[in-house]
């Protein structure tokens, strides 16, 4: 008999809980396996506020359910010109960025945002993430980068990360 724990959010199974699996012993055709739930970092953001700019629907769903356990409140953008708006409306204390969305994409959001003073960090979200990228993206003004598929606990990192550089 094999028993795997899992964290669960909101009554569904966590997609980035990472389990190390380590063969105990083996008895025949049965096999005991142990395993270690990596998710028990658990951050209090609730006193921040976070806007995720993604047109990707599961992503942006993905990204809210990685964010809900941590108390932040969350705003969510479909593209780079709803980002802008809400980002002078919500007043985030933070921004995750899709770079490629439609009508205006995540480096125009960002360049339209530090043209009109907006400080708050901004943390690109991309699967594209060649070194002359991420380069392209620190010099355009991103804080940082974070390569999709997202590790949840590397978001949880950089976002606290950036959120202490204040």
Not at 121 to 136: F, L, M, Q, R, S
């Given at each position: 008999m094999t028993t795997v724990k899992t964290s669960t959010l909101d009554s569904f199974d966590v997609a980035d809980v990472s389990v190390e699996i380590t063969p105990v012993e083996k008895a025949g055709d049965a096999t005991k396996l142990g395993i270690k739930d990596k998710v028990a970092m658990q951050l209090d953001l609730s006193k921040f506020k976070i806007l995720v700019a993604e047109d990707n629907s599961i992503n942006m769903q993905i990204i809210v359910r990685m964010l809900k356990s941590t108390g932040c409140a969350i705003k969510v953008a479909e593209n780079g010109f709803e980002a802008i708006i809400q980002y002078y409306e919500f007043q985030p204390d933070i921004v995750l960025m899709d770079i490629q969305m439609p009508d205006v994409d995540g480096l125009a959001a960002l360049k339209a945002i530090r043209n009109q003073g907006g400080v708050a960090?901004?943390?690109?979200?991309?699967?594209?993430?060649?070194?002359?990228?991420?380069?392209?993206y620190s010099a355009a003004g991103f804080n940082d980068v974070i390569a999709k598929p997202i590790n949840r606990e590397l978001l949880i990192k950089k976002i606290s990360m950036a959120l202490t550089a204040q």
């Open positions: 960090p901004i943390i690109a979200v991309t699967a594209n993430v060649t070194k002359d990228e991420v380069t392209a």
